[in-house]
């Protein structure tokens, strides 16, 4: 059930969590075209800073979306800007928490600003802000 711009508050919060696979690099490649082989090379990635191969980084990104288009607002959001930062690299096997709090609400406009950020364990993976459009309440 989505919650509707009248009812979010500043500090609700709503999280999803995900084990990273190879299944997971492997089909985020290829939807995206993102064939980079720090993702996919470990001889490669091994040379690189990280040491061996990473996520995407993109991929949390879309852990935010699917909180906010699956949990809060829900349903009907618009995703309409993102700011990121890549902090710290998410590798196959990692448990990926993706938290979004609202910040702020903007009623007039059925904006939403949600803060988020995306950890493994009480590490810091990405953290940024996202806006959004969120769904009026349906007129009875």
Do not use: W
């Amino acid at each position: 059930m989505p919650y509707y711009i009248d009812e979010l508050k500043p500090g609700m919060s709503e999280s999803f969590e995900k084990t990273v696979t190879e299944r997971d690099i492997q089909l985020f490649g290829e939807v995206s075209g993102d064939m980079n082989p720090v993702h996919f090379d470990e001889e490669f990635a091994r040379k690189t800073i990280f040491r061996g191969r990473i996520a995407h980084g993109v991929l949390c990104l879309s852990y935010i979306s699917t909180v906010l288009g699956t949990k809060m607002p829900g349903a009907g959001t618009i995703f309409m800007s993102a700011t990121s930062r890549f902090k710290s690299p998410v590798r196959i096997g990692d448990i990926v928490t993706t938290h979004c709090t609202v910040r702020e609400v903007m009623l007039e406009k059925r904006r939403a600003l949600f803060d988020c950020v995306c950890k493994v364990g009480a590490t810091v993976a990405v953290e940024g802000e996202a806006l959004v459009m969120v769904p009026a309440r349906p007129k009875a």
